[in-house]
């Protein structure tokens, strides 16, 4: 018999140990976070939450997170973060149980439908979604750009971190950039000041502009992830770990990629609140290789995106050759109404997978 029960605090370490022997994906290729010491603080990032945990043999055998969001128009919906079940405890239909859990509190508390992104490699999280009447409603992409040498910057465009002053010309520019996107409520300066307060150990600093003919016309945020989840390769194909040690040999003489290592933990910097104005690719990419400097700088492997692949920085940030993995995006509805999620705004929120 399985009890469902609202997470409380002496939950948190049965949570990291459940979370490290279940990677998301399939024998060949699996990542996880390492999330330690604390399980949960991705959801401070939101206003409202839940975390349910499901208790079998009183044990801790997995849990849930989720979400209650509002659009524009004020309709409400849901996002459900993660749903993990401990091996022990797996095909005992618990995931399952903790996903109708969700559903049924998204429906009380008036959401229309729920979203959530699964790896695409993940074989079972797709089939738990799939059985449970989940449709797969698109991909959105994680693309990661090895960063390993100095860029040029094109002397036309001046490329920096933003000032104070320049906060309501950025505002603008995303608001204008995904104007048209489901889930994106257009921000004002004080709702964008709060954005960034939310998100641990990012604000202004962290905002970068690329102006010509001194007008900001590119901007970008740059989140280290690494405050809440650092990442992981748990099983990497037989390829990967090949040209890994082939390249780390190469860097003995010239700078290469690094392709980490199985169980190595890595920090990444995640690119938020990007935006530029029409015909200004050039603009952006000069702004993603000063970008590049940095982060090379810190001394981290990647420089990463998420993205839908309508988004116009597909075809700038392919200039950066990332490497792509995809993630299905899916939805069911709440009501029996229908769910349209394109173009969709991501939420920076919801990658800390
Ligand atoms: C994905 C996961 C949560 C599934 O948990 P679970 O409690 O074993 O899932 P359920 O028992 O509810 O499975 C429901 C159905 O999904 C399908 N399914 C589940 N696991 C599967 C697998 N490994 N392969 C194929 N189908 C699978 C089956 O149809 C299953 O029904 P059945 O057992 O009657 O055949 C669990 O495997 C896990 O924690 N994985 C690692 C973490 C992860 O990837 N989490 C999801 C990311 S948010």
Known sequence: ????????EEDNSDL????RSCPQGNEKIAEAMDKSPNAVARYDMYDNWKVFVAVEDNQTAGWV???????????????????????RFQRHGIATELVKKVESDLRENGASYVYCYIFEENTASN??????????????????????KKADIA???????????????????INSYNKDRAHFVPFTLESFMYHLEKIPDY??????????????????????LSVIAKVYYAREPASMRILG???????????????????????????????FTPNEDEAMLNLLKRLNNFVLEENRYYLTSLI??????????????????????????????????????????????
């Open 155 to 173: 002397p036309e465009f001046q490329v920096r971190t933003a000032e104070k002053s320049e906060i309501p010309q950025i505002v603008e520019l």
């Open 16 to 19: 990291l140990e459940i979370e």
């Open 127 to 148: 089939a738990v979604f799939s059985e449970a009447g989940y449709q797969k409603m698109g991909i959105t992409q994680l693309q990661a750009s090895s960063v390993y």
């Open 203 to 224: 604000d202004q600093d962290n905002l970068w502009v690329a102006l010509s003919d001194g007008k900001i016309v590119a901007c970008t945020g740059l989140w280290d």
């Open 65 to 87: 997170g989720w979400t209650l969001k509002e659009d524009p128009a004020g309709k409400k919906y849901g996002y459900l973060t993660e749903v993990i079940v401990h091996p």
């Open 245 to 275: 040690s082939v390249m780390n040999f190469i860097d003995h003489f010239t700078r290469m990629p690094k392709i980490p290592a199985e169980n190595e933990l890595f920090e990444i910097y995640y690119l938020t609140d990007y935006a």
């Open 308 to 353: 839908t692949p309508d988004d116009p920085l597909v075809p700038v940030f392919k200039k950066c050759k990332p490497l792509v993995e995809n993630w299905n995006i899916y939805a069911k509805s709440l009501d029996d109404g229908t769910v349209d999620l394109e173009p969709l705004y991501l939420d920076i929120r919801d990658f800390v997978m």
């Open 1 to 8: 018999m399985t009890l469902l029960r609202p997470f409380v």
